[in-house]
């Protein structure tokens, strides 16, 4: 397979993901919100969480096809493109006054944290082993920790919106999206794996710039 099958197969793919993230994980995911009455901050986490998919599963499949620097640079570039995301909305919809509130101080510091620490592992060489990967997720945890006991969980509302949108569909019809868009997400991240292993193995390309290529593709949902 020629280098721009590949990358068009790469796109393809890329595209696949980034429709059953908007319109089957995300759409799932509200109508399940809207009946559990879940927070806004849950929402966000869980929305989160959902987009967060992609990478979990091209990590992983990068990973197995023995490329695991490419997943690891999917990584630092997908924190460092969605906080370029993140502020370009905050601009364009003049909301930056909103992070100096208490309740996203720690939020902010851990998504510093999230572009800082994959950068100073590459800059200090050190092995990204599984000791390593079991710390990282143990921060994540003690971040979980400090986020609950410094931000209680807010009253629940129910938003017009969602009111709206519990009169228009079933809990069960978000579970099955949730599910259906979630197979097609594993079976596109594999693929996305391998594809980026021939690209580094049989091409050459080098593997952090396959990683950003992924991050760029992971981060558009």
């Known amino acids: 397979m020629n280098t721009a099958l590949q990358v068009f197969l790469l ?9 059953a993230v908007r319109f089957l994980i995300l759409r799932g995911l509200d109508i399940v919100a809207g009946h559990l009455n879940l927070s806004n901050k849950t929402q966000g986490q869980l929305l989160g969480y959902a987009t967060s ?4 599963v091209v990590v ?5 096809a023995g490329v695991f620097d490419a ?8 924190n460092i493109i969605n906080w370029i995301l993140f ?8 909301q930056y006054k909103d ?11 851990f998504g510093i944290l999230s572009v800082v620490i994959p950068l100073a592992l590459l800059k200090l060489h050190v092995p990204l082993t599984v000791t390593v990967a079991t710390v990282l997720i143990l921060l994540f945890v003690v971040y979980k920790l400090i986020d609950r006991w410094a931000n209680p969980p807010e009253p629940k509302e129910k938003s017009p919106c969602v009111q709206q949108t519990l ?18 997400i594993a079976i596109c991240g594999n693929l996305i794996g391998k594809t980026a292993s021939q ?12 990683g950003w290529i992924l991050g760029l593709v992971t981060s558009l949902p």
Do not use: C, Q
């Open 11 to 19: 796109a393809l793919l890329a595209a696949a993901t980034v429709t």
């Open 87 to 94: 502020l370009a909305a905050l601009i364009f919809y003049r």
């Open 53 to 56: 998919m992609p990478e979990l």
């Open 71 to 78: 997943g690891f640079w999917n990584i630092a570039s997908s």
């Open 167 to 184: 009169h228009k569909y079933s809990l069960p019809l978000g579970i099955v999206l949730l599910a259906i868009g979630t197979v097609i």
């Open 60 to 64: 992983i499949s990068s990973a197995w």
């Open 99 to 109: 992070l100096k509130t208490k309740a996203f101080f720690d939020e902010v510091m």
């Open 199 to 210: 690209l580094i193995n049989e091409i050459g390309i080098p593997a952090w710039m396959v």
